[in-house]
C-alpha cells in the first residue's frame, strides 16, 4: 500500500473545482489496488469535505483510507470514525493580537469556526474567497468573540497579491515567530498556522499512525504551504504551475499543470 497525500486547489483539482474523467479513473485504479488517498488542504475541513463529496461521486471505489489533512496539517481527520486524531490550535489570545496588528496593516484578516468562516465584514477579499470555499459566514468586529474554543487557523487576505502581505507577514513573525507559522497557500492567501503544525508533521503522523514506512509515501503540491509535505515524503512532485520554490524542493516535476491533468503523472505511481 502506498499513500498519496495531494494539495487540493492547484494541483489535484482545476480551477472549475472538477477533475477530468482520466483523472477519476486512475482515482479509482489506485483506490480499488488498496492504496489510499490524503487530502491535505489549507483549506477549512468543512470545505475539504465538499470536495470529497465531488470525489466519492466520481470514484467507482471506495479508498482504503480516507483521512484529511486540513487547516495546512493543524487537523487530521477521520471520516470513518468523524473524529479528529491530530490537533495544533492557535491560543485565542493570538487571534486578538493578530487582528490587531492586521488592522493597523490594513490588511483583511479572518478566522474559523468548526463550521463557519468568522470575519469582521464583508469586503472585497471575502467575496473573492467564498467565491472558491465556500462555506457559511459570521461577522464579528472582534474575531475571538464568535468563537467558541481556539481555531486551527487565521487566514490574511490582499486581492492585489502576496506582495501586499509581506509587511504584515515580518511583523507576525518577529512578534510571534516562536508561536505560528505564516506561509502562503497561493497568491494573495496568507496562512497562519501554530508552530508545531505544517502539512509535512502531519504526513509524518498518519504515516506512522497507519504504519506505513515513510518510503511508501508520496506527496505532491504546488505553494509554499506544500513544501513541508514534498519535504517529508519518500517522493515529492511540483505540479508544473508550482512556484520556483517548491519546484527547487521537489525530486519530481510534473511536465502538465493542474488544469491539464498533471497530477495524471503523480499517479502512475499506483500502476506499479
Known amino acids: 500500500m502506498k499513500l498519496l497525500f495531494t494539495d487540493i486547489d492547484g494541483t489535484l483539482i482545476r480551477r472549475d473545482q472538477t477533475i477530468s474523467d482520466a483523472v477519476a479513473i486512475a482515482l479509482s485504479d489506485a483506490a480499488a489496488k488498496g492504496h489510499g ?4 488542504s489549507g483549506r477549512p475541513l468543512k470545505s475539504i469535505e465538499n470536495v470529497f463529496s465531488y470525489l466519492d461521486s466520481r470514484i467507482t471505489h471506495p479508498f482504503s483510507l480516507q483521512m484529511i489533512i486540513a487547516n495546512n496539517g493543524a487537523q487530521i481527520y477521520d471520516r470513518a470514525t468523524g473524529q479528529n486524531i491530530y490537533e495544533e490550535r492557535l491560543p485565542l489570545v493570538l487571534v486578538d493580537e493578530l487582528q490587531a ?19 469582521t465584514r464583508m469586503d472585497a477579499e471575502t467575496e473573492r474567497y467564498v467565491k472558491r470555499v465556500i462555506l457559511p459566514i459570521k461577522l464579528s468586529p472582534i474575531l475571538s468573540d464568535a468563537l467558541d474554543k481556539p481555531p486551527f487557523k487565521m487566514l490574511a487576505l490582499a486581492n492585489e497579491g502576496s506582495q501586499k502581505l509581506m509587511p504584515f507577514r515580518e511583523k507576525a513573525m518577529e512578534r510571534f515567530g516562536d508561536r505560528i507559522h505564516c506561509i502562503f497557500s497561493g497568491e494573495g492567501y496568507l496562512e497562519i498556522i501554530h508552530k508545531n503544525a505544517d502539512k509535512g508533521n502531519a504526513l509524518r503522523f498518519l504515516a506512522e499512525h497507519l504504519s506505513v514506512p515513510i518510503s ?20 515529492g512532485y511540483a505540479m508544473a504551475n508550482a512556484t520556483e ?20 503523472e503523480v499517479l502512475q505511481h499506483f500502476r506499479q
Not at 488517498?37 to 491535505?40: E, N, Q, Y
Not at 511508501?216 to 517522493?235: C, F, K, Q, R
Open 37 to 40: 488517498l490524503i487530502l491535505s
Open 101 to 119: 496588528l492586521a488592522e493597523k496593516c490594513q490588511i483583511h484578516i479572518q478566522t474559523y469556526t468548526d463550521d463557519n468562516l468568522i470575519c
Open 245 to 264: 520554490p517548491v519546484k527547487a524542493a521537489a525530486s519530481h516535476i510534473t511536465l502538465h499543470s493542474n488544469e491539464e491533468d498533471g497530477i495524471l
Open 216 to 235: 511508501d509515501t508520496i506527496a505532491v503540491g504546488d505553494s509554499e504551504n506544500d513544501l513541508p509535505m514534498i519535504l517529508a515524503a519518500g517522493t
